[in-house]
């Protein structure tokens, strides 16, 4: 006959605790992801929205700042939106939204605080490549021209 250490047996978790664990645990990781997100696009929020309005169906995203946070990078201006032509053919249509977003920013934001300006333009193709486009632009020449 033998006896059964009750000290040596591990206590065993019900599957409903892990589960409901699991749950929490996923709720408060996606809330800190949103957080973190609205924490640092918060300040574009503004200029986020004009730029939806001017150009509906473009879902711009705008963010701004050091790349990587590294002193060298210099402070860039970042957008981009979605164009429903190949934004390499149409150059002088792309050289009028650039000018366009950067007024718009202008009204929204401090531009003087950035050094330089992306403006990524993309077509998404349904299952073919996205076509992309990235112009960079100087935030004080483009200042002192307008």
Same mark, same amino acid.
């Given at each position: ?37 609205? !924490?640092?696009?918060?300040?574009? *929020? &503004?200029?986020?929205?004009?730029? =939806?309005? +001017? ?36 150059? !002088?249509?792309?050289?009028?939204? *650039? &000018?366009?977003?950067?007024?718009? =920013?202008? +009204? ?39």
């Amino acid at each position: 006959m033998t006896i059964a250490d009750t000290e040596s047996q591990t206590k065993l978790i019900r599957g409903r605790t892990i589960v409901l664990g699991l749950l929490i645990f996923g709720l408060l990781m996606s809330g800190s992801l949103y957080l973190f997100q609205a !924490v640092n696009t918060f300040q574009f *929020a &503004d200029t986020q929205n004009a730029l =939806a309005r +001017e150009f509906p169906d473009s879902r711009p995203r705008v963010e701004g700042g050091r790349l990587k946070g590294k002193q060298i990078n210099p402070t860039t201006f970042r957008t981009t939106l979605a164009v429903p032509f190949n934004p390499n053919d149409d150059d !002088v249509r792309i050289q009028k939204m *650039a &000018d366009r977003i950067l007024e718009i =920013a202008s +009204e929204n934001l401090n531009l003087n605080e950035y050094e330089q300006a992306e403006l990524h333009f993309y077509q998404a193709v349904p299952e073919q490549k996205i076509i992309l486009r990235e112009i960079k632009r100087d935030i004080k020449t483009w200042l002192a021209q307008h």
